[in-house]
């Protein structure tokens, strides 16, 4: 009888199994990926605050801002000297057509005369997003701080410009 009973039991399960079976079906789907060109990021021009003194009679600190247009304003103690201030300009290279972001530091940057430094921050550029159109020119504007009695001397730093694929 129990072999009966697990006879019957298998012969529905096969039947109940077989409709599922007929109603399958499969299909093929293609994948594909396209390699673009990477992106390049090359300094083309210095950012360049120009030429400053210290006020000694304003007896504060100051502020030299280069535009990403070179424009030169400044702010406190300082005064500005006949120079040509340049934004910093960086050639961006990549696949044409494609949209790419510009990242610029969030935090001050140091320059220094080897042993005296100034800080270096809210950067700004003429372009954060943008579309890679052969070379792409980047103009970049920053804030340069000076202390009250900020010493002589000819600063120098570095700061990092990054581009990427949206």
């Known amino acids: 009888m129990n072999l009966r009973i697990s006879a019957v039991v298998a012969l529905l399960l096969t039947a109940a199994a077989a409709p599922a079976l007929a109603a399958q ?20 021009q210095a950012m360049d605050f120009g030429k400053l003194v210290m006020n000694s009679a304003a007896n504060a600190a100051g502020t030299v801002v280069v535009a990403p247009n070179n424009g030169r304003t400044q702010t406190g103690g300082v005064d500005l000297v006949s120079s040509t201030p340049t ?4 050639s961006v290279v990549g696949q044409s057509g494609s949209t790419y972001t510009v990242t610029l530091p969030a935090s001050a940057v140091s320059l220094s005369d080897g042993t005296h430094t100034m ?6 550029s003429s372009d954060t997003l943008a579309t890679v159109s052969g070379t792409n020119s980047i103009h970049i504007g920053a804030t340069l701080h000076a202390a009250q009695n900020q010493a002589a001397g000819a600063y120098t730093g570095s700061f990092t410009v990054t581009a990427a694929y949206e």
């Open 25 to 44: 079906a499969s299909g093929t789907v293609n994948a594909s990926a396209t390699v673009i060109q990477p992106l390049t990021i090359t300094q083309t």
């Open 87 to 90: 934004a910093g300009i960086v």
């Open 119 to 124: 800080s270096v921050d809210t950067f700004n």
